[in-house]
């Protein structure tokens, strides 16, 4: 009784609880990725806040749409967030973002800034400050800007040793779309159309290679280094963003100032660089609530711009709030992105970015004309954004299921018809008790998630988009999308590549493996424990931790390797070039080899290590009685008696490397252009980085599964068969 | 086929000397017999003729040919293990096979030797099974078939017998024998069992603590013991031994036991080497002792009833002794027996060497 009323009292608790709870005035909530002095420009701001009480939230960048996607929806986001403009597309796509209303304050924005977070009228988000590049000068070296990028060139030779007239990153899409546009190219057409092909791009590309190969750009130029170079005063110009101005701050050893970029002579026109317009978003429940767009209002204002400018150097995209004074970086930052081109909004603009930067690194290093490289980067797009296959019918599948059900549910009635079924039943029960939380554990971990991985294999698209399509993601893998057979990136190819990858690891780690253990079996061998304990430590270390090492090893400029040519070449004189180890297929590919047999090699070691001491000795010996040479006892005794034994030892090693994910994602992350990618990280692209098409993703999966079980099962079968073709029954009658 | 020469081996493990110049003839087609306790290095004597090992001094030569440093493959030997060794992943005909196939002998003449091999040891039926799925008395005949099958010039066996029971043992004893005959290649087998040397042998030698105690055809080692140590090796049971000093007597001489009982020795077998007052150990096989009247006072204290025959186990003169008598002689526990010595040894008391005229 008195329990009774204890629960009805707790019942009547919650609901309360859960009534009232809307009563309570809640905080708005503001979510931003700053750190650092954006983070207390922020806080800064928000001391004017004079309305409902503010609780905000740093998410890092890294999770910042996946734990906007997952919160709004659920009600728990924010209601105020701040993000830069080109996810736009994606968060409506999501709807996770309302339209600002009345929170716009008309006419202070510049046009540009504002056109980047509009579509068809309706604004999206505040702009808060925009990015974009610009030209930043060492004034030591230099005074004006140049009239043309191509003056540059008569910088060479003017300059002291070791000094680029001009630090700028065009092996990637986000600089090299400022020459682009000055050759009227658009990285997206108006039809969302990928735009990064065609003459405009061919011109593009023989630009910048040839500003590479007159070294009036230095090779390899990305973030870190032009900010290094242009730092130490190795480049008279540098084509950087606000935030190189950030890192070089008041202290810089160089003096510098920051210009607009220069023309292209060639094409007359000037180079517009790419504008991110970061923005002020309000959810869907944001956008209602008044408070939230006042809240938002008050961080686009020009107040808080001022406040900005106080923290940093990025340009508002407020046009009302005075830019300091000629000539200082905001100033030309703000200028600069008046004629900035913002980045597409849509979605489509994320399947752009892989493509584009792959036909610019194939041309560059001359792998491809730049026709080539500019419609295989075109195909890569199209494959990547192919249109959804047709939504299927799913009642055969339904269909097949419902048969299979039945069947198991026939099966079961005629079991339990069967006599004494009931009490075999009982007096097994306890038996089930025993294994039921293995069963469970094995079906949670495994079974479940093999079903659901096997089941997504049938669907395409994601969220609202989701459909059913039977085996069209088979079937389009099969047949490679259409396109040629061995295609780059077709499954056939990568197989190849898989098989390749996993015969050489094979044959290499067992090899290794052998032979390191029949050394160390050898009786007379000194030290035999050490060397023992040396040779597994590679395989006691994580593999993620062995993979970052090598690929730091191979890392052209600064790695192991280069430094150990380098080194060779200081004291022989010689002139070794140090090896782009992921330029070119054979060498990434040894990169990657390199790395997983180091990492395999202890496995087998230390199997055959133990297989070993099943060989009995006079067994060899009589093989030297017998006549066999050294090679002949190993090939014809030793080895044969120790395959039982290493037999699964290699079908395990051969599955690990045909899934050895991590030495491939790790090491050369695919390169040179997805290359030396194997089916497993060419899952993990399709899952990941190309638009999150799971079903596609799990139907590698489901291929990768059946490949590896019904090889590792035939070869199972036909071992044994072997076995017992050799083995009579034992004879009864003895000599 | 060849005769087998070792002149001064000596091999060492370590800081053990296991053979301490072993010096040895086996004639052509002779069947020799190691034999001797366990660690007196007969085992490394075969694996040094095998060439498994290889000798710190010494030669060992088969006819004129020199092997000593010869890796076994080049000396035409084949070896029969005490453990069988048969190649556990090859059927019985593959066993057989091996060393022929890696000489390359043509396959015809594989399947003639193999089948030839099968036939005269009874494998037919066994010749496609592995050896896990033989009994211990077919692998040894697997074994023996692998080493007859190349016809090697020397067949080495390593207490081959070893691991049988004791029926087996007799029998397949006696087949090694009959192969032996049949083939007449010279042969060399090592065993601690007395019975197999004493049965097998065209020539024995036994071999104690690194060295060759003595050597020559079995009846004769039996019967004339060079040494105490020789003496009591062979022969089961034991030879009795007793010590004694030498007193003239007459123009002769006689042992005296501690207990004062004394023996006339026969003066012509051990000439030269009696002399008054010299200690010396005297040697008596079970089997030459007879109870009669006026012998030496032997004190009984258990009686072993075989059927055929009884052993008598006492003392004489404060030794332990062990005397063979028919079973119709009524012997029992406790009783005071007087017997008498049809033949008997005299050793060195020191050295342990034969008194016995060489």
Known sequence: MKSTRALLSLLLLSVLTLLGSPAFAEPIRLWHGYRGSEEKALEAILKGWKGEPVETLAVPYDAYLTKLAAAIPAGQGPDVYIDSHERLGELRARKIVGPVGDALEPGVFSPPA?????????????????????????????????????????????????????????????????????????????????????????????????????????????????????????????????????????????????????????????????????????????????????????????????IRAQYGPTPTAR????????????????????????????????????????????????????????????????????????????????????????????????????????????????????????????????????????????????????????????????????????????????????????????????????????????????????????????????????????????????????????????????????????????????????????????????????????????????????????????????????????????????????????????????????????????????????????????????????????????????????????????????? | MASVTVAKLLKRFGQTEVLKGVSLAIPEGAFAVLVGPSGCGKSTLLRLLAGLEIADQGTIHFGERDVTRLEPRERDISMVFQSYALYPHLTVRENLAFGLKLRKTPAKDIEKAVLEASEMLGLGPLLDRLPKALSGGQRQRVAMGRAIVRRSSLFLFDEPLSNLDAALRAQVRVDIRKLHDRLGTTSVYVTHDQVEAMTLADVLFVLNKGVVEQSGPPLEVFARPATRFVAGFLGSPAMNFFDAHLESKGAGFQAVAKDGFAMAVDAERFAGELKAGREVTVGVRPHDIHVAEGGAPFQVSIVEALGAESYAHGTIAGAPFVARVEASTPVKKNDRLEVSFAEMHLFDKQTGVSLRAP
């Open chain 1, 319 to 735: 046009i009302d709030v005075a830019a300091a004074d000629e000539g200082a970086p905001v100033q030309v930052f703000a200028l600069q992105a008046r004629t900035a081109i913002p980045m597409s909004s849509s979605p489509t603009m994320h399947a752009v970015w892989d493509p584009a930067d792959r036909a610019i690194a194939k041309f560059i290093r001359h792998s491809a004309t730049a026709e080539d490289a500019l419609a295989e980067g075109k195909h890569r797009f199209d494959d990547v954004h192919r249109p959804l296959p047709a939504r299927a019918s799913p009642t055969p599948a339904l269909l097949v299921a419902g048969v299979l059900a039945l069947g198991l549910a026939f099966q079961w009635v005629k079991r339990s018809r069967e006599e004494h079924w009931g009490a075999q039943l009982k007096q097994s029960w306890s038996s089930y008790r025993y294994v039921l939380h293995a069963v469970l554990a094995v079906g949670l971990l495994v079974i479940i998630p093999l079903v659901i991985g096997a089941t997504t294999s049938l669907t395409a698209g994601n969220d609202e988009n989701l459909r059913y399509v039977g085996f069209a993601n088979f079937i389009n893998i099969l047949t490679a999308r259409g396109g040629p057979l061995l295609a780059s990136g077709s499954f056939y190819l990568v197989l190849l590549v898989t098989l390749l990858w996993t015969a050489c690891n094979i044959v290499l780690h067992v090899g290794i493996g052998l032979a390191l253990a029949l050394l160390l079996s050898r009786p007379t061998l000194r030290f035999r424990a050490v060397y023992r304990v040396l040779l597994i430590v590679p395989w006691a270390v994580p593999s993620y931790v062995t993979a970052l090492a090598w690929r730091g090893m191979f890392q052209r400029e600064y790695g192991a390797i280069t430094g150990l040519i380098l080194g060779v070449n200081r004291l022989f004189g010689t002139s070794v070039e140090p090896i782009d180890w992921f330029a070119r297929f054979s060498t990434a590919f040894v990169a990657n080899l390199t790395t997983n047999v180091w990492l395999g090699f202890p496995f087998m070691m230390v199997v055959t290590m133990g297989a070993l001491t099943g060989v009995p000795d006079d067994v060899l010996e009589a093989a030297r009685v017998d006549g066999a040479t050294r090679w002949q006892r190993l090939r014809l005794v030793t080895l044969p008696i120790i395959r039982p034994t290493l037999a699964p030892a290699v079908t395990l090693g051969a599955i690990w490397t045909f899934n050895m994910f991590n030495v491939i994602y790790l090491v050369s992350g695919g390169d040179p252009d997805g290359t030396t990618d194997i089916l497993v990280s060419e899952a993990y692209r399709w899952a990941f980085t190309r638009e999150n098409q799971y079903g596609y993703a799990a139907a590698y999966a489901v291929l990768i599964f059946l490949m590896l079980f019904l090889t590792t099962r035939s070869r199972g079968t036909k071992s044994d068969e072997k076995k017992i073709a050799a083995t009579p029954p034992a004879p009864a009658e003895v000599v």
């Open chain 1, 114 to 306: 504002l056109d980047a977070v509009s579509d068809a009228g309706v604004v999206w988000a505040l702009p808060l400050s925009q990015k974009c590049l610009a030209l930043y000068l060492n004034t030591d070296l230099v005074k004006e800007p140049p009239a043309t990028l191509e003056d540059l060139a008569d910088l060479i030779g003017k300059l002291p040793r070791g000094t680029y007239p001009v630090v700028y990153d065009v092996q990637h899409v986000y600089g090299i779309a400022a020459l682009f546009s000055s050759f009227g190219g658009r990285l997206l057409d108006e039809h969302d159309g990928y735009g990064f092909s065609g003459p405009a791009a061919e011109q593009t590309l023989l630009f910048a290679r040839d500003l590479i190969e007159h070294h009036v750009d230095p090779e390899s130029a990305d973030g870190a280094l032009v900010t290094n170079l242009f730092k130490s005063g190795h480049a008279a110009y540098a084509v950087s963003g606000p935030w190189l101005a950030a890192d070089l701050g008041d202290k810089a050893a160089v003096k510098w100032r920051v210009a607009l970029l220069p023309k292209l002579r060639a094409t007359g026109q000037p180079m517009r660089p790419l504008l991110t317009v970061e923005s002020v978003m309000l959810s869907p429940q944001g956008a209602l609530k008044p408070e939230a767009r006042a809240l938002a209002k008050l961080l686009a204002s020009a107040e808080a711009a001022k």
